[in-house]
């Protein structure tokens, strides 16, 4: 796998915004990428991060970072599959010399069981250290990505409440990186603001050439609270 493109790795999204976008909570993000302090009897331990992070730890997030965190969520959620197995992906991908940043990639797939990169027209099945299968088995849970000539995502578009949705679009390279109507590329949160001021959905649609489906999806956006 080629590096993604430098734009999709700079950091765009303090933890409390990524969190809103993904639905989620900054605590849980900074675990995931930077792994956790607890207590034992022991003494206080250090949990390692799940998946790999393209930031230092109290960095914001770069878009990279954002679409993993917004693959481990759909995969946590949609298909339950345990924390533990992730990490037996990454730490076979590390001695195996492979991109660390898989789950932002097109090549990443994954079932109900187990996760995948695509190699030389085999799958090779990172959980379970490197044992091929075949592609038949794979499920598309993908949906939300759009991926550019690079193979890393380009642009995605975040769930809503748990649904799938077209309106909405996240991409590093329109709007600053900032959720925006995916048809016109203007900000949701600009168009929420006006609502919230007093100004009515006709005139915002007229303003925006938008349809007023698109409006009222950017403010029920805006006006979401994170799960």
């Known amino acids: 796998m080629n590096a993604p493109q430098t734009l999709k790795l700079q950091p765009a999204y303090p933890l409390a915004v990524a969190a809103r976008i993904l639905g989620t909570n900054p605590s849980t993000l900074r675990a995931w990428f930077h792994g956790r302090q607890y207590l034992t009897k022991g003494g206080r331990r250090h949990s390692a991060p799940v998946v790999a992070a393209t930031q230092e730890a109290g960095a914001p997030l770069s878009f990279i970072d954002l679409v993993e965190a917004h693959m481990l969520l759909a995969i946590r959620r949609g298909y339950g599959i345990p924390l533990k197995r992730l990490r037996d992906a990454m730490e076979y ?101 006006r609502f919230r001021a007093g100004e009515h959905l006709p005139d915002l649609a007229e303003d925006y050439g938008a349809t007023m489906e698109e409006i009222e999806d950017a403010i029920r956006w805006s006006d979401r609270r994170a799960a």
């Open 93 to 193: 991908l590390r001695k195996d010399g492979g991109d660390l940043l898989f789950l932002a990639h097109r090549d990443f797939k994954h079932d109900r069981q187990h996760l995948y990169v695509d190699r030389d027209k085999y799958l090779v099945s990172l959980s379970e250290r490197g044992q091929h299968v075949e592609p038949s088995v794979i499920q598309d849970g993908l949906k939300q990505i759009v991926y550019g000539e690079d193979g890393y995502a380009e642009r995605f578009f975040p769930l809503v409440k748990g649904a799938e949705q077209k309106t909405i679009m996240v991409a590093p390279n329109i709007g600053f990186g900032r959720p925006v109507l995916a048809r016109l590329g203007v900000s949701a949160e600009a168009v929420a603001e």
